[in-house]
């Protein structure tokens, strides 16, 4: 059974940086993806960004994301990192990882399998 804990969220000031990580375990292959996505009060769940384990790179699609969130893999760890610069109140929400079974990078939630607790990230003065 995949196992997802997310970990790194908390309380930040506007302009201030996170690094979420996203430990995951029990995969049986090495094609998976791995996405983050965010969900604030009253709002819907958000794609923010994706990796796959083959991938060097990932994709980030929210357009609030571009150009202040990254996504990075270490496989060696089982950890996808997600670091959050320049942060904004509106980036407020519970962030989850979620992993896929294959080589898949999608900002579907429907897509993945396995999601994470979630880890809360408060951007305030």
């Known amino acids: 059974q995949v196992r997802l804990v997310e970990s790194g969220g908390g309380l930040v000031q506007p302009g201030g940086s996170l690094r979420l990580a996203c430990a995951a375990s029990g995969f049986t292959s090495d094609k998976y993806g791995i996405g983050w996505f965010r969900q604030a009060p009253g709002k819907e769940r958000e794609g923010i960004s994706c990796?796959?384990?083959?991938?060097?790179?990932?994709?980030t699609y929210a357009d609030s994301g571009t150009g202040r969130f990254t996504i990075s893999r270490d496989n060696a760890r089982n950890t996808v990192y997600l670091q959050m610069n320049s942060l904004k109140p509106e980036d407020t929400a519970v962030y989850y990882c979620?992993?896929?079974?294959?080589?898949?990078?999608?900002?579907?939630?429907?897509?993945?399998?396995?999601w994470g607790q979630g880890t809360q990230v408060t951007v305030s003065s």
């Open positions: 990796i796959t384990s083959y991938s060097e790179r990932g994709t």
């Open positions: 979620a992993a896929v079974n294959w080589l898949v990078c999608t900002p579907v939630p429907g897509v993945y399998n396995y």
